[in-house]
């Protein structure tokens, strides 16, 4: 219901309102030599991520979920846990996205 009180604030107010911490908007705003801190912390995300699902025995557990959940069950992995580390990754990653965003 809130995201119907969130959608009604966007269209009466004449700008989104509320305001990124001090910490968050310095850290993005900072001036690398070579490219936008926006399009660094991209490049770092996307980094991490690839570690994470390419390089580390979660990575292979989320993709074995997502390819044949019956080959991990009979592993001995729990498909609930393994389905709910990766809708946490996705919000971790979604987290990063937007405060990726604030330095736009």
């Known amino acids: 219901m809130s995201f119907v009180w ?3 604030a ?3 107010l004449p700008a989104p309102g509320g ?3 001090d910490w968050v908007r ?3 705003t900072v001036k690398p030599p070579l490219a936008p ?3 660094v912390a991209s490049i770092i995300i996307a980094v991490i991520a690839h570690f994470i699902v390419k390089r580390s025995s979660l990575g292979v557990l989320i993709r074995g979920v997502g390819g044949n959940q019956r080959s991990v069950e009979r ?5 609930v846990a393994a389905r709910a580390t990766a809708y946490a990754l996705a919000g971790l990653f979604a ?3 937007g405060i ?3 330095g736009l």
């Open 6 to 8: 969130g959608g009604l």
């Open 10 to 12: 966007v269209l009466l």
């Open 19 to 21: 305001r990124a911490p």
């Open 26 to 28: 310095w850290l993005m």
């Open 37 to 39: 801190m926006a399009i």
């Open 75 to 79: 592993a001995g992995w729990s498909i």
């Open 95 to 97: 987290v990063l996205a």
């Open 100 to 102: 990726a965003l604030v």
